[in-house]
């Protein structure tokens, strides 16, 4: 059975720290993908890799990083966490960029 | 630019048929994705349309116009368990999905 776990599912943060997301999937899928998803709003694009130690910017990369050391682990680093950055948080990983992309179960992190 | 557009809720009855249309306006199309999301879960996959036409698995279909850049999902004997919301994204050939903004659909008794 295909998997993507990410670490946590619930994280309390405060404003100011450095947070780590991190992400792992057992697929041996290229191609792995953070969203952010906030009521109203949808899935939103935050940074995306092909491969590992490449990295592309989504469609809202501002105050975020990430690290792709390993093809199966692909992390999401709050630099300076802040209160906009309290969200559900959801991993993805696909055989291809336009294939079927797989979830993890999410991380629900709030910043205060 | 990227357009997908979903209702934002919908309410059914227990039993019923119901119909989540989505529509897209996007740079290249590929085909169309539909995902199921529980509160509080990962969105799972239930279809995948690239041709035009219905496609049926069990209670759900799929449906896919291209040259009117619409699908819809039509959910039949609707069960209680199937309150959630539901994401349609479009894969516009080489780059990651683009998602809609999701249809929240309760069903009730």
């Known amino acids: 059975d295909v998997k993507v776990t990410q670490s946590s599912r619930y994280l309390v943060k405060r404003t100011g720290e450095k947070v780590f997301l991190e992400c792992v999937q057992d697929m041996d899928h290229e191609n792995m993908f953070w969203y952010r998803q906030d009521p109203g709003l949808g899935l939103r694009l935050i940074y995306f890799?092909?491969?590992?130690?490449?990295?592309e910017k989504g469609d809202i990369p501002e105050g975020y990083s990430v690290s792709r050391e390993k093809k199966e682990r692909f992390s999401l680093i709050l630099e300076s966490a802040s209160t906009n950055q309290t969200s559900m948080y959801l991993c993805a990983s696909s055989a291809t960029p336009d294939t079927e992309a797989f979830f993890g179960q999410g991380t629900r992190l709030t910043v205060v | 630019g990227q357009n997908i557009d979903q209702p934002t809720e919908m309410t059914a009855t227990e039993g019923a048929i119901v119909q989540i249309n989505c529509t897209y306006q996007t740079s290249g199309f590929n085909g169309l994705f539909w995902y199921q999301q529980h509160a509080g879960e990962a969105p799972t996959f239930l279809s995948y349309n690239v041709l035009d036409g219905l496609e049926e698995k069990g209670r759900f279909s799929s449906f896919l116009s291209r040259s009117k850049g619409y699908s819809y999902l039509l959910l039949k004997e609707l069960q209680m368990k199937d309150s959630a919301s539901y994401l349609c994204a479009v894969n516009s050939g080489n780059t990651p999905l683009v998602f809609g903004k999701g249809t929240r659909l309760s069903v009730i008794a």
């Open positions: 890799s092909y491969d590992v130690k490449m990295k």
